[in-house]
């Protein structure tokens, strides 16, 4: 079985059936940690790594060499984890760091925004409609254009994926059982010669890094 | 186990799951025959209806009816086969001429443009700059019509319950993993949904006869059914003649299967 990635909007549910996942294959689950051990690696603390990873556009020119540092360290703290091949992350951009490696499963998650906007108006974190609406509107816009600006795609086109399942009349349970599904597929057998790829991918990635004064 | 509905461009290998989903459930597997049935049905060529459903609308009335009562007598084909559930269908906009109906499992399938070129060089002896054009040329047209029709991109997921990109995944691969989301809970076909899909049938068949019949081909209303009683809503001008609402009620009671006809239409003044 496959690293699974599993990208999604906000609220859309992608963390729970990442858990879901990892009970039932027995996996590692790493999401937003992925962040912390980057921090690490490069000596800062995880607010400054995540502050100006995720910055505006508008920052980005000034942020350049920084940022790409700190991406290169967010991918080989991924690529450690991801290297025995066992691995569910539903963390940032996965099916970009993890691009053209062989034994990746990359999913994607879409729900409508009614679901969406009703987890946030419930009693739980109590928002108005309409401040709900802008909420998760706002960090996809955010999450569209930081993708677009990283790598050029765009975050929604499904063939960016192995596999979008789309949670308006699919249940978490069942997108779990699905993506297992696809998971168990011959194609993402980790064989021997895969998972020396992902051994090679973490090395490499590690070199980089040190090269970039970081790790 | 649900009705599966398969989208996929031309030589995205959507044909070639459809066909093992058939195999593997035993279920059988439509896509052109409703369009056959249809033209059938209305005593016209295939050619001509396909032609005639594709045709882009103008603001000439006769074709805009041409065109609804091609689109209905599709929909009302497709009806009839979806009633009896246990169906693949992989023809025209399943997507969307069964969209919102519970039981249906709605799957797309993609591939990237090189695989889709290189199938194509080998079925038909293209070069890959023809068959690129080609497969382009195809891709556009079914994109436009479906964004005309029914004002939808067909490349948005959201109009599906799922997309599977045959970039890594085989087409067995990809026929398995349909299989195991069709057996779901969420996919059952229940009585309710067994009631629905036959409600859904009858909605089509009266749709169609309104299409059909002189008296009211020109309207556009939305048909509902609910066992046997059958709701018209929508907007329809209201003639001198006062005679509108009782030939919609006459030609939707002449249909097999409805018993109540209940008139929701809004009557507007033609010449304000």
Same mark, same amino acid.
């Given at each position: 079985?496959?690293?699974? +990635?599993?990208? @999604?909007?906000?609220?859309?549910?992608?963390?729970? &059936? !990442?858990?879901?996942?990892? =009970? /039932?294959? %027995?996996?590692?689950?790493?999401?937003?940690?992925?962040?912390?051990?980057?921090?690490?690696?490069?000596?800062?603390?995880?607010?400054?790594?995540?502050?100006?990873?995720?910055?505006?556009?508008?920052?980005?020119?000034?942020? +350049?060499?920084? @940022?790409?540092?700190?991406?290169?360290?967010?991918? &080989? !703290?991924?690529?450690?984890? =991801? /290297?025995? %091949?066992?691995?569910?992350?539903?963390?940032?951009?996965?099916?970009?760091?993890?691009?053209?490696?062989?034994?990746?499963?990359?999913?994607?998650?879409?729900?409508?925004?009614?679901?969406?906007?009703?987890?946030?108006?419930?009693?739980?974190? @109590?928002?108005?409609?309409?401040?709900?609406?802008?909420?998760?509107?706002?960090?996809?816009?955010?999450?569209?254009?930081?993708?677009?600006?990283?790598?050029?795609?765009?975050?929604?086109?499904?063939?960016?994926?192995?596999?979008?399942?789309?949670?308006?009349?699919?249940?978490?349970?069942?997108?779990?059982?699905?993506?297992?599904?696809?998971?168990?597929?011959?194609?993402?057998?980790?064989?021997?010669?895969?998972?020396?790829?992902?051994?090679?991918?973490?090395?490499?990635?590690?070199?980089?890094?040190?090269?970039?004064?970081?790790? | 186990?649900?009705?599966?509905?398969?989208?996929?461009?031309?030589?995205?290998?959507?044909?070639?799951?459809?066909?093992?989903?058939?195999?593997?459930?035993?279920?059988?597997?439509?896509?052109?025959?409703?369009?056959?049935?249809?033209?059938?049905?209305?005593?016209?060529?295939?050619?001509?209806?396909?032609?005639?459903?594709?045709?882009?609308?103008?603001?000439?009335?006769?074709?805009?009816?041409?065109?609804?009562?091609?689109?209905?007598?599709?929909?009302?084909?497709?009806?009839?086969?979806?009633?009896?559930?246990?169906?693949?269908?992989?023809?025209?906009?399943?997507?969307?001429?069964?969209?919102?109906?519970?039981?249906?499992?709605?799957?797309?399938?993609?591939?990237?443009?090189?695989?889709?070129?290189?199938?194509?060089?080998?079925?038909?002896?293209?070069?890959?700059?023809?068959?690129?054009?080609?497969?382009?040329?195809?891709?556009?047209?079914?994109?436009?019509?479906?964004?005309?029709?029914?004002?939808?991109?067909?490349?948005?997921?959201?109009?599906?319950?799922?997309?599977?990109?045959?970039?890594?995944?085989?087409?067995?691969?990809?026929?398995?993993?349909?299989?195991?989301?069709?057996?779901?809970?969420?996919?059952?076909?229940?009585?309710?949904?067994?009631?629905?899909?036959?409600?859904?049938?009858?909605?089509?068949?009266?749709?169609?006869?309104?299409?059909?019949?002189?008296?009211?081909?020109?309207?556009?209303?939305?048909?509902?059914?609910?066992?046997?009683?059958?709701?018209?809503?929508?907007?329809?001008?209201?003639?001198?003649?006062?005679?509108?609402?009782?030939?919609?009620?006459?030609?939707?009671?002449?249909?097999?299967?409805?018993?109540?006809?209940?008139?929701?239409?809004?009557?507007?003044?033609?010449?304000?």
């Amino acid at each position: 079985m496959p690293i699974i +990635t599993i990208s @999604r909007g906000t609220l859309s549910g992608g963390q729970r &059936t !990442a858990e879901c996942l990892a =009970g /039932a294959l %027995g996996y590692p689950c790493v999401g937003r940690e992925i962040l912390q051990e980057a921090a690490r690696k490069v000596g800062v603390p995880v607010e400054d790594l995540s502050g100006k990873l995720e910055a505006r556009p508008s920052l980005f020119a000034r942020l +350049t060499q920084e @940022r790409k540092r700190y991406l290169l360290a967010v991918q &080989t !703290a991924l690529a450690e984890h =991801g /290297a025995t %091949g066992r691995l569910v992350y539903h963390g940032l951009a996965g099916q970009f760091l993890l691009r053209d490696l062989p034994g990746v499963l990359t999913a994607r998650l879409i729900a409508p925004l009614e679901m969406r906007v009703r987890t946030l108006t419930s009693s739980h974190h @109590r928002m108005t409609r309409k401040a709900a609406e802008e909420f998760v509107h706002n960090v996809d816009e955010e999450r569209r254009r930081w993708v677009k600006l990283m790598y050029g795609a765009d975050v929604e086109d499904p063939s960016l994926y192995d596999l979008t399942v789309n949670l308006e009349s699919i249940s978490l349970e069942t997108a779990c059982v699905i993506i297992a599904e696809a998971a168990a597929q011959p194609q993402y057998e980790v064989t021997d010669d895969v998972k020396k790829r992902l051994e090679d991918f973490a090395t490499a990635c590690r070199e980089q890094l040190l090269q970039a004064g970081g790790g | 186990m649900p009705i599966i509905s398969i989208c996929r461009g031309t030589k995205s290998g959507g044909q070639a799951v459809a066909k093992c989903l058939a195999k593997q459930l035993r279920y059988p597997l439509v896509a052109r025959e409703v369009v056959q049935e249809a033209a059938s049905d209305l005593g016209v060529s295939e050619a001509d209806l396909s032609r005639g459903m594709e045709r882009t609308p103008r603001l000439w009335n006769r074709q805009s009816m041409e065109r609804r009562l091609y689109i209905a007598a599709v929909r009302a084909a497709l009806a009839e086969h979806v009633a009896g559930g246990d169906l693949i269908y992989h023809g025209r906009a399943g997507q969307v001429l069964l969209a919102g109906l519970p039981g249906v499992l709605k799957v797309r399938l993609i591939a990237p443009m090189g695989t889709r070129v290189k199938a194509l060089m080998e079925s038909d002896g293209m070069d890959s700059t023809s068959a690129e054009q080609y497969i382009r040329h195809v891709d556009g047209v079914r994109a436009r019509w479906v964004r005309m029709m029914y004002g939808e991109d067909v490349e948005d997921p959201v109009l599906y319950n799922m997309v599977i990109n045959l970039k890594t995944l085989s087409i067995p691969a990809a026929c398995t993993i349909v299989t195991k989301a069709a057996e779901q809970p969420d996919f059952a076909v229940t009585d309710e949904v067994k009631a629905r899909l036959i409600d859904f049938r009858l909605a089509c068949r009266v749709k169609l006869g309104l299409a059909r019949a002189r008296d009211t081909r020109a309207l556009n209303l939305q048909i509902e059914a609910h066992g046997g009683i059958v709701d018209v809503s929508g907007a329809a001008p209201a003639l001198s003649s006062g005679k509108t609402g009782e030939q919609i009620v006459e030609v939707a009671r002449s249909i097999q299967g409805v018993e109540e006809v209940r008139l929701r239409v809004e009557w507007f003044d033609p010449y304000p």
